[in-house]
């Protein structure tokens, strides 16, 4: 299994442009989610999704699109980039309720390091 | 909202001694998770302990062990024998049972000395 990977590993966007971030799990799970890291404020949570079809919002969605449309894939759309977005993001992924006896365990994605100049 | 606490930006530590982590936290739930990660330099998180808030024993993996009060909220991770590979950021999270959602403290630098 490849895990959850992240493409790309570094973007330089000018404000006002637009793009995707990739990431994708081979694992079958069905959670799926989007952070962002800052200096001094640890991950926060921008969307989630527990299934194809379904997506909502964390805690900081704004500026941010999401759509789930299989189970494998969970792009993240930036609509105008803003220097403000400049972040590392990460993508993690995990099953819902228990397997094999455990409750489940998220695994993260490399990381994708933007920078919106 | 739940929040979680990391009061200690850094903290450094001889190679093969101990060093100790604080987090709080704030919740009303009585159903919930507690996690460390670990950031290294390759920015790769990597899952350290867990802990269910239902669980009276604290939980161990090798050389790391945390602390769990549940009464005061606190959750501490100690590491012993501390190795040169032990050097990273290390977070602490939060979630309730029934949700995925995890939230994190800002996170303290382990700096390890050799």
């Known amino acids: 299994n490849a895990g959850v990977t992240q493409t790309p590993k570094f973007q330089v966007l000018k404000t006002g442009q637009s793009m995707t971030l990739q990431c994708a799990q081979d694992m079958n799970h069905e959670y799926m989610s989007w952070y962002r890291q800052d200096p001094g404020m640890g991950l926060r949570l921008i969307h989630y999704?527990?299934?194809?079809?379904?997506?909502d919002q964390g805690e900081v969605p704004n500026g941010y699109n999401v759509s789930r449309s299989t189970t494998e894939d969970f792009p993240l759309r930036l609509l105008s980039a803003a220097p403000s977005q400049t972040s590392v993001y990460f993508c993690a992924s995990s099953y819902l309720g228990y397997k094999r006896g455990k409750r489940e365990t998220q695994y993260f994605g490399p990381g994708t390091r933007l920078l919106v100049l | 909202a739940q929040t979680v606490t990391q009061s200690q930006p850094e903290m450094s530590v001889q190679e093969a001694e101990t060093v100790t982590l604080s987090c709080t936290y704030d919740t009303s739930e009585s159903d919930y998770y507690l996690f460390w990660y670990k950031q290294p330099p390759s920015r790769q998180m990597i899952l350290v302990i867990r802990?269910?808030?239902?669980?009276?024993q604290n939980a161990t993996e090798n050389r790391f062990s945390v602390n769990f009060q549940k009464a005061a909220k606190s959750f501490s991770l100690k590491i012993s024998d501390s190795q040169l590979g032990d050097a990273a950021m290390y977070f602490c999270?939060?979630?309730?049972?029934?949700?995925?959602?995890?939230?994190f403290g800002a996170g303290t630098t382990v700096t390890v000395r050799a």
């Open positions: 802990q269910e808030a239902y669980k009276q």
């Open positions: 999704s527990v299934g194809a079809g379904i997506t």
């Open positions: 999270a939060y979630r309730i049972g029934n949700d995925y959602k995890l939230s």
